[in-house]
């Protein structure tokens, strides 16, 4: 199971606090992290396309090198970014990718993952990643639904919680989705055709059946560059 770490983005022009203070922001990026044995890099969102999709990547030498200064051969990974960062803006994405794969492949290290694709150890626990603005935020676990048949997820601010689902081939499972927030939300997974709006207090059940492999991405089309977004992964 690959090490989840969740990153704001952030800002330091902060008038007399510039360079000294620092600002999380409501955008986030998401970095998933695991031994495998062949390299792969896949970028999500922000960057896709333009990002290095390779060892070369920014977020993947620093997980790489970090595993290496741990006392461990220079590892083969699997490396997973969902940006909702801009990229050259001045929100951070470089501090970003850095910090969260710096996290991400300390808990790696310490779970003893193998490096011939073992799995990491993360067994679904929520990790911490450090803020580029300096602080900690939270990034919900995976949860495991395999052999379950329904599920709840709740829209709170600008997340699903949980953000990402477990599942296994062919699965059939309903998703309740309920609007915890105070704002409007949609539930939408586009492979799937669906698109459902949710106002505050709502709640709403849809059915899927799952592919025999991959993942089914959902977001909230009115956040989804804030980082409102989430898969499930079938494996």
């Not at 998401?30 to 896949?42: G, L, M, N, S, Y």
């Not at 920014?58 to 461990?72: K, S």
């Not at 997973?80 to 290290?109: E, F, I, K, Y």
């Not at 849809?206 to 991405?217: A, F, N, Q, R, Y």
Request: hydrophobic residues 40%; charged residues 15%.
């Amino acid at each position: 199971m690959p090490i989840v770490v969740r990153v704001p983005a952030s800002t330091t022009n902060l008038g007399p606090g510039f360079d000294a203070l620092g600002l999380a922001l409501a955008l986030h990026n998401r970095i998933e992290i695991d031994f495998a044995e062949t390299p792969t890099v896949t970028v999500v969102g922000e960057g896709a396309g333009r990002l290095p999709a390779d060892p070369s990547n920014l977020a993947y030498r620093v997980a790489a090198d970090l595993c290496e200064a741990a006392g461990r051969p220079r590892p083969t990974l699997a490396l997973r970014l969902h940006n909702a960062v801009p990229v050259r803006r001045g929100l951070g994405s470089s501090s970003t990718a850095m910090v969260g794969a710096l996290v991400a492949a300390t808990v790696l290290v310490a779970c003893g993952g193998s490096d011939s694709g073992g799995t990491s150890g993360g067994e679904g626990s929520p990790m911490t990643g450090a803020t580029a603005g300096g602080g900690t935020t939270g990034a919900p676990g995976a949860v495991d639904v395999s052999g379950m048949t329904s599920v709840q997820i709740r829209a709170e601010g600008f997340s699903f919680v949980p953000a990402e689902l477990l599942a296994s081939p062919g699965q059939t499972l309903t998703i309740e989705v309920e609007n915890a927030g105070g704002g409007s939300h949609t539930f939408t997974i586009e492979d799937l055709g669906i698109d459902e709006e949710l106002s505050p207090g709502d709640r709403v059940q849809v059915e899927v059946t799952l592919p025999d492999s991959g993942s089914l991405p959902f977001i909230c089309r009115f956040h989804e560059r804030s980082g409102m977004v989430g898969e499930i992964v079938v494996s």
